[in-house]
């Protein structure tokens, strides 16, 4: 029989076998409390716990697997600390929260669901942080319609799909996670939605690293495979959560609110396609990310109706070029370092602004405007070893002014103009050639190498951040091994 739980009452179940209900396998409704802990909840035909209705249980240490709903749903203004448990095997995603749901999700192990990892939804919420989220058919975490958790120092890999979905309208804090090893891309982003992604370590996914998309994606489907069709009334009465929801909010952490969606500060490496891909309509901020050794261009920029602004990046030794910005971007690249990258340093066909980047020691050109690119390129320090420096062909026009230009190994001139049209404009330019073998080496100083992030150096910024991750992961992954094996006693394990 399932557990029912129903008003400002606190319960304890330990050790049982909860398993086949018909139902949900625990239910917690009307502000009811209580320690759920150490049972094994599985094969139930709806959620294996249910929590709603202000209930604010500690679910910890429990096996909830095998059922062919959700593990944990987390709606109406439910609550609760959902710690230590193992969560595996479940139709639908492991812990699904909407309906301003606001659970603390820590030290989870959440894995080989049929569906996401993690589902936040229709206005959910919650703090999800140090879980081990991993091997899961869809997305590791999927925040799509309102929802917006904080997603913290989690482990986010080897999933078949993308680590981390925010949908349509998906909002959240995506914050110093590891996103590893999954075979879509690190994090996939629809350009309606608003998130802030901070501090992660996006690395060795099969496609992109981080995706922003312009066109609807097929969210509707995936929420009527997500627990959409779950029984979230009580009793076959009509839920009305909209006024049944607490005003108060009980973010544990202070946010910083942002109008345009902001990818910043994250180290993306390794990723089977481009660093960063861009195709979207709406705006968007890319700044002081590290974008290294991605296995296509390391910033791609196929469509951005409104502008996209990269600022104050380090792009390197990237398979292709440093930044690829197609006809149909409006882009603003302002103090970027885009170094070794195995083809032209800058590539673009679009509109916009290049000012303050070092563009520097790329296999190509270090600066291509191509088509009808219309570009103000001014102030940029720019050097190729095998090509040349600027080249402008096609229809190009804009402004090439002030930069300083070095000439690399080749006997190629330093700047090429073919374009022949009238509104391209070069001039006070400073071309730097070798004479001699004499001749001292030129370095990129006053000011110092780009780019230049506030309060840290190139390099030690990046040290931090993967000190941090390391330690993170280490501190999850002895969690997850220690688990709750032990025989003292479980209140003691609380205290």
């Given at each position: 029989?399932?557990?029912?739980c129903?008003?400002?009452?606190s319960?304890?179940?330990?050790?049982?076998?909860i398993?086949?209900?018909?139902?949900?396998?625990?239910?917690?409704?009307?502000?009811a409390?209580?320690?759920?802990a150490d049972?094994?909840?599985h094969?139930?035909?709806?959620?294996?716990?249910?929590?709603?209705?202000?209930?604010?249980p500690?679910?910890l240490?429990?096996?909830i697997?095998?059922?062919?709903?959700?593990?944990?749903?987390v709606l109406?203004n439910g609550?609760?600390?959902?710690r230590?448990?193992?969560?595996?095997g479940?139709?639908?995603?492991?812990?699904?929260?909407?309906y301003n749901g606001?659970p603390?999700?820590?030290?989870?192990h959440?894995?080989?669901?049929?569906?996401?990892g993690?589902a936040?939804n229709?206005?959910?919420?919650?703090?999800?942080?140090?879980?081990v989220?991993?091997?899961n058919?869809?997305?590791?975490?999927?925040?799509r319609?309102?929802?917006?958790?904080v997603l913290r120092?989690?482990?986010?890999c080897?999933?078949?799909?993308?680590g981390?979905?925010?949908?349509?309208?998906?909002?959240?804090?995506i914050?110093?996670n590891t996103?590893?090893?999954?075979?879509?891309?690190?994090v996939?982003?629809m350009s309606s939605?608003?998130p802030?992604?901070t501090?992660?370590?996006?690395?060795?996914?099969?496609?992109?690293g981080?995706?922003?998309?312009?066109?609807?994606?097929?969210?509707n489907?995936?929420?009527?495979?997500?627990?959409?069709n779950?029984?979230?009334?009580?009793e076959?009465?009509?839920?009305?959560?909209?006024?049944?929801l607490?005003?108060?909010d009980?973010?544990?952490?202070?946010?910083r609110?942002?109008?345009?969606?902001l990818?910043?500060s994250?180290s993306?490496?390794?990723?089977?396609?481009?660093?960063?891909y861009?195709?979207?309509s709406?705006?968007?901020?890319i700044?002081?990310?590290?974008?290294h050794?991605?296995?296509?261009s390391g910033?791609?920029?196929?469509?951005?109706?409104?502008?996209?602004?990269?600022?104050?990046?380090?792009?390197?030794?990237?398979?292709?070029?440093?930044v690829l910005?197609?006809?149909e971007?409006r882009?603003?690249?302002?103090?970027?370092g885009i170094?070794?990258n195995?083809?032209?340093?800058?590539?673009?066909?679009g509109d916009?602004?290049?000012?303050e980047?070092?563009?520097v020691?790329?296999?190509?050109?270090?600066l291509q405007l191509?088509?009808t690119?219309d570009?103000?390129v001014t102030k940029?320090?720019?050097?190729?070893?095998?090509?040349?420096g600027?080249?402008?062909l096609?229809?190009?026009?804009?402004?090439?002014?002030e930069n300083?230009?070095?000439?690399?190994?080749s006997?190629k001139t330093i700047l090429?103009?073919?374009s022949?049209?009238?509104?391209c404009?070069?001039q006070?330019?400073?071309?730097?050639?070798?004479?001699?073998?004499s001749d001292?080496a030129?370095?990129?100083?006053?000011?110092p190498?780009?780019p230049?992030i506030?309060?840290?150096?190139?390099?030690?910024?990046m040290?931090?951040?993967?000190?941090k991750v390391?330690?993170m992961?280490?501190?999850?992954?002895?969690?997850?091994?220690?688990?709750?094996?032990n025989?003292?006693?479980?209140?003691?394990?609380i205290?």
């Amino acid at each position: 029989f399932p557990g029912w739980c129903k008003g400002s009452i606190s319960i304890i179940m330990l050790k049982n076998d909860i398993h086949h209900c018909k139902a949900s396998g625990i239910f917690l409704r009307l502000a009811a409390g209580g320690l759920i802990a150490d049972n094994n909840i599985h094969s139930n035909c709806e959620a294996g716990v249910d929590i709603r209705k202000g209930a604010n249980p500690l679910i910890l240490c429990n096996k909830i697997h095998s059922g062919l709903r959700s593990g944990i749903v987390v709606l109406g203004n439910g609550k609760g600390i959902i710690r230590s448990n193992q969560i595996y095997g479940n139709k639908e995603a492991g812990i699904y929260i909407l309906y301003n749901g606001n659970p603390i999700v820590s030290g989870n192990h959440i894995f080989q669901g049929l569906a996401a990892g993690i589902a936040v939804n229709e206005n959910g919420r919650g703090q999800i942080t140090e879980n081990v989220i991993r091997e899961n058919q869809w997305g590791g975490a999927d925040i799509r319609r309102g929802g917006d958790p904080v997603l913290r120092s989690n482990l986010i890999c080897c999933g078949y799909s993308d680590g981390v979905v925010v949908g349509e309208r998906g909002k959240g804090l995506i914050e110093g996670n590891t996103i590893y090893g999954n075979k879509g891309c690190g994090v996939w982003i629809m350009s309606s939605s608003l998130p802030h992604i901070t501090n992660n370590r996006i690395g060795h996914n099969s496609i992109y690293g981080v995706a922003v998309f312009c066109r609807k994606d097929d969210a509707n489907d995936y929420l009527a495979n997500q627990g959409g069709n779950e029984n979230f009334n009580d009793e076959g009465e009509a839920a009305s959560w909209e006024n049944d929801l607490d005003s108060e909010d009980e973010c544990l952490t202070s946010r910083r609110p942002i109008s345009v969606a902001l990818v910043e500060s994250n180290s993306i490496n390794h990723n089977g396609a481009a660093g960063l891909y861009v195709k979207s309509s709406e705006a968007l901020n890319i700044i002081a990310n590290a974008i290294h050794a991605n296995h296509d261009s390391g910033v791609a920029v196929l469509q951005s109706s409104q502008l996209t602004r990269i600022a104050n990046n380090s792009i390197s030794c990237n398979s292709l070029g440093g930044v690829l910005i197609e006809s149909e971007a409006r882009v603003e690249l302002r103090g970027n370092g885009i170094y070794d990258n195995s083809s032209h340093g800058i590539t673009s066909k679009g509109d916009g602004v290049i000012v303050e980047n070092d563009i520097v020691g790329n296999r190509g050109c270090g600066l291509q405007l191509l088509q009808t690119a219309d570009m103000k390129v001014t102030k940029n320090r720019i050097q190729s070893f095998w090509d040349y420096g600027i080249v402008m062909l096609d229809q190009t026009k804009g402004l090439v002014q002030e930069n300083l230009i070095f000439q690399g190994r080749s006997k190629k001139t330093i700047l090429q103009q073919v374009s022949n049209a009238e509104d391209c404009i070069v001039q006070n330019n400073k071309l730097l050639t070798f004479k001699s073998k004499s001749d001292i080496a030129w370095t990129l100083e006053n000011p110092p190498a780009r780019p230049h992030i506030e309060g840290s150096t190139r390099g030690t910024s990046m040290a931090t951040n993967s000190q941090k991750v390391t330690t993170m992961s280490t501190r999850i992954a002895a969690r997850m091994d220690g688990g709750c094996r032990n025989n003292g006693s479980i209140f003691c394990t609380i205290l």
